[in-house]
């Protein structure tokens, strides 16, 4: 049975967020949160360590795909993850705490995936 090319994207998807979570997990970060709702979209990884809170975007391609995964964290997107950020951080009532925005861009070339994680990929500031 093969799969439509969403189902096949959806998947490479699930398996980049998987992959980013063990990764920062591997760095010291407690994975609080998963692909978080917040009415107007998602957030792929909510993680913590110790007081700061990060909010990660988990960007995944294919071999045969012609851009760098992060180049689809673009202002609007980049917008939209400090709408559901502050959004998240007022669900826990968590006050002011210090947060910082990452973006893990994963390239999945046969078995064996390349990983970069952009710490502080980017700032609040100026966006919304």
């Known amino acids: 049975m093969t799969r439509s090319r969403g189902e096949r994207r959806g998947l490479l998807a699930r398996r980049g967020e998987a992959l980013a979570a063990l990764w920062l997990r591997l760095q010291g970060f407690v994975v609080e949160a998963r692909n978080w709702r917040g009415g107007f979209g998602e957030i792929d990884i909510v993680a913590r360590r110790r007081a700061l809170w990060v909010f ?39 006050g002011d705490v210090p947060c910082r925005f990452d973006v893990i861009a994963i390239r999945w070339s046969g078995w064996l995936p390349r990983l970069r994680h952009y710490r502080d990929a980017f700032r609040a500031d100026g966006l919304v």
């Open 56 to 94: 990660v975007e988990v960007k995944t391609r294919g071999a045969g795909d012609r851009f760098a995964p992060e180049e689809a964290v673009d202002r609007r997107k980049r917008e939209q993850i400090v709408r559901l950020a502050r959004a998240f951080v007022a669900s826990r009532r968590l």
